[in-house]
């Protein structure tokens, strides 16, 4: 049976695709969860949320496949930062495949075009996007193009 292991971090599905979106608390992660999830609905793009602060992930049979699923506790939960826990299933979806990893770091760490790198996430080499702490509408916006090939207004 494959290992699971349990990250700090959100997971968003947009058009069939997990993206793992990390940084420390406080960051944005659940603003630009939220963000994207906004942006690809209003422009009829399927996105759906799979995770908000902790998600799970396994390494598939593939070793190339990582599996993104939300502990079982939280399903369908969202917290809203100065309000509280919300839950609503119709958002979530169980599960994706991780396609991209979206880190959210110090502004003085992201640079003007996206950096062909990778980053290592249970043995599974991901692309991976720096994104600006606290900006979820320009983080939205690379996410979206990352993955759709455009940006979503």
Known sequence: ????????????????QGILITGPSGSGKTQTSLAVY??????????KLISDDQTL???????????????????????IFGYGIIED????????DVTLVANLVDRKDVGRMAPVEKHNVCGVHLPQLLLPMGNPELSATAIIAAICGHVRL
Do not use: W, Y
């Not at 049976?1 to 069939?16: K, W």
């Not at 906004?38 to 996105?47: L, M």
């Not at 299933?89 to 994706?96: G, K, L, N, V």
């Open 38 to 47: 906004r942006r690809a609905t209003s422009s009829q793009v399927s996105c």
């Open 89 to 96: 299933p119709s958002i979530f979806i169980d599960r994706a």
């Open 1 to 16: 049976m494959p290992e699971t292991h349990l990250f700090h971090a959100n997971c968003i599905c947009l058009s069939g």
């Open 57 to 79: 992930l396994q390494v598939g049979r593939e070793p190339s496949k990582l599996m993104a699923t939300c502990p079982t506790e939280i399903q369908g939960k969202i917290e």
